[in-house]
């Protein structure tokens, strides 16, 4: 298994003094610092106002890349959250163009999910989220999908699988978002590989896309101390970070923004521009917004619009791209919103202009 990696933290105390050196701008609320490209501050003090809030945004334009970040820097880590399912989607690709295994097969053939409803279904159903499962808790079987921090324990591989082949599903298979699926999805493909998922995935999307400080958090010693202190929404309390688990390929993954630029590079035109999990395969409840392998795209008069966002109870990221044109946007947050759209579509306008 290969080493993770772990970013080191900046101390506070050494931003403040390089903030007040450089010139780097305060507040609002004034205990915040602001650094980066103004355009996007302006943006930023509208937005986020919070004493607690830590962001990182950034917009690429061509060869073109602006940054900016709030009671942060370029180290910060963050939760990816859910949006970790998009990176799982572009190892199926890779999976697939290598005949590991095949969009059509059922995930009973590398799981042992026994004589289960789950077992029959496909890696399409899954990847596409039209899989029919319904939300089990994410946190342990049996348990509390929303518990308290001091009870949260991370669900072992076997107790993934027998929570899932104890689930019903849904003959009619419509769209729905629950974690379970990626999940289902990695440890397939890692099982069909003989693979351990972190080190395939770290191999066959992190490094070709050049992803150098991504972070699977497996165990709670994989957690970074470059994380950033995660923040519930409604209440904005500081919540533990705990280990993803068997939920790994679809939760577990901690970036910097210099990840997600390397992301969007990567998508837009780089080592993953051509990957099969970018093309809509499937509808979604949005208007004309199609799905790939978790990768959604929606069709505009100004060209396809391909998006990412993700959500932890502690963070949240989205990001938004024109590969045509050369631009995206991109927003890591330090609170726990579920629907992280609206930040991004608006840096994305900035460029746009």
Request: some cysteine; hydrophobic content about 45%; charged content about 25%.
């Amino acid at each position: 298994m290969a080493t993770r990696r772990v970013a080191h933290p900046r101390i506070v105390l050494v931003i403040a003094a390089v903030a007040a050196m450089t010139g780097c701008l305060y507040g609002p609320p004034y205990d915040q610092i602001l650094t980066g490209d103004e355009e996007l501050l302006e943006y930023a003090r509208e937005t986020f106002t919070d004493a607690g809030d830590r962001v990182a945004m950034a917009v690429i334009d061509g060869d073109e890349v602006r940054t900016a970040f709030v009671s942060a820097d370029s180290s910060t880590m963050f939760e990816l959250g859910s949006a970790t399912r998009l990176l799982t989607g572009l190892l199926l690709a890779d999976a697939i163009e290598r005949r590991e295994v095949a969009l059509d097969d059922e995930v009973g053939r590398y799981l042992p999910l026994g004589e289960s409803p789950a077992a029959e279904l496909t890696l399409r159903a899954l990847a596409t989220q039209h899989s029919g499962l319904p939300v089990p808790p994410r946190w342990r079987a049996g348990g509390s999908s929303s518990p308290e921090p001091d009870e949260q324990t991370s669900v072992e591989l076997e107790e993934l699988l027998e929570l899932v082949a104890s689930l019903p599903v849904d003959d009619e298979q419509r769209y729905d978002f629950n974690d379970v699926q990626a999940a289902l999805v990695g440890h397939a493909v890692a099982e069909a590989t003989s693979r351990d998922f972190a080190d395939l995935l770290e191999e066959r999307v992190l490094e070709p896309i050049g992803m150098d400080d991504t972070v699977l958090a497996e165990s709670a010693d994989d957690i970074p101390e470059a994380l950033a202190q995660g923040r519930t929404d409604v209440t904005k309390e500081a919540v533990e970070s705990t280990d993803a688990g068997a939920y790994t390929p679809a939760v577990g993954a901690i970036v910097t923004l210099d990840d997600m630029i390397a992301l969007a590079r990567g998508v837009m035109s780089g080592a993953m521009s051509d990957s099969a999990a970018l093309r809509p395969i499937a509808d979604t409840p949005w208007a004309s917004e199609g799905i790939g392998y978790f990768w959604e795209r929606e069709p505009r008069p100004e060209g396809d619009l391909t998006s990412l966002f993700g959500w932890s109870e502690g963070f949240c990221a989205a990001m938004v791209a024109y590969a045509d044109d050369g631009q995206a946007a991109m927003v890591l947050r330090n609170l726990g919103e579920t629907y992280p759209w609206d930040e991004a579509v608006a840096l994305l306008e900035i460029v746009r202009e």
